[in-house]
């Protein structure tokens, strides 16, 4: 397969510096993702770039970003005005640039930063919108993963949930929104780290495999400088009589996943 010189120096760089093989998943629009082993995507990225719905003027920043799915997603379907992508992480920054070349995405902006610190010329309180698929599980809890880039995907090493809300309280304008997800065991946890910075959450939503299954995630809204009032939704099931569920489907816009 043929790319352009930019996408074909990135490529080597990468396998320069992984020992394992980069691939590419096609979405809807036949656009494609760079993905590797250490950072890939699942469900959740689907349904945290539905559940924020960007508006056409919304300036965005998605923190932790990895192979940059989710600002991909929100382009796609939403099309705001610019999508910052931030990441510590140098290899998966790479990746986004291949995709962000290889399909003409002109408004995602990769970002190398520690979200603890963000990055020098940041417009501070001009954010409409932040999302974040954080690192789900507490600094030594759990079985760790096994790479040291899953462990700081997966694991609070590099940031935990307060450090998330931080970064995005600075980012965001009065009234901005945060959007996230994680597991059902850490909604507390997200919900004082949200209200210890000054961000309130509006809106909550469930997800579990079936009606019979209890949620194995959460989506929550929360916005900077908001009055108390949490909405919860009507919960999300991942599947229907025969197969994934329609709104599942919905959400995939048809990519068959």
């Known amino acids: 397969m043929k790319y352009s010189l930019k996408v074909n120096l990135w490529l080597d760089k990468i396998r320069r ?3 394992f093989d980069i691939s590419f998943e096609m979405l809807q629009n036949n656009i494609e993702i760079c993905t590797t082993k250490d950072h890939k995507f699942g ?3 689907f349904l945290l770039a ?12 998605d923190l932790g970003t990895g192979c940059g799915i989710i600002a ?15 990441d510590i992480q140098q290899q998966a920054l790479e990746q986004l640039k291949i995709t962000v070349e290889k399909n003409k995405l002109e408004k995602i902006i990769p970002i190398h930063a520690d979200i603890k610190e963000l990055w020098g010329n940041a417009p ?15 600094a030594n809890t759990g079985i760790e993963s096994y790479g040291e880039a899953q462990k700081i995907a997966r694991h609070e090493i590099m940031c935990n949930i307060n450090d998330v809300c931080k970064a995005a309280s600075k980012l965001l304008k009065f009234g901005g929104r945060l959007c996230l997800c994680n597991r059902p065991e850490r909604l507390s946890d997200v919900i004082m780290a949200m209200k210890d910075n000054n ?6 939503r469930f997800v579990s495999k079936t009606p019979k299954d209890a949620p194995w995630l959460f989506l929550i809204e929360g916005r900077k400088g908001g009055k108390p009032f949490l909405k919860v939704m009507p919960q999300l099931f991942i599947k229907g009589e025969n197969g994934f569920s329609q709104e599942l489907l919905s959400i995939y816009g048809g990519n068959n996943r």
Request: glycine share 2%; proline share 9%; net charge positive.
């Open 43 to 45: 469900t959740d990225a």
């Open 72 to 86: 991909v997603l929100m382009q796609i379907k939403y099309n705001p005005q610019l999508l910052y992508c931030v």
């Open 199 to 204: 961000i309130e959450p509006k809106l909550l």
């Open 50 to 61: 539905d559940f924020a719905k960007p508006r056409r003027n919304d300036l965005v920043c």
């Open 124 to 138: 501070y309180g001009r954010f409409d919108l932040v999302t974040c698929n954080p690192p789900y599980k507490a």
């Open 17 to 19: 510096i992984n020992l």
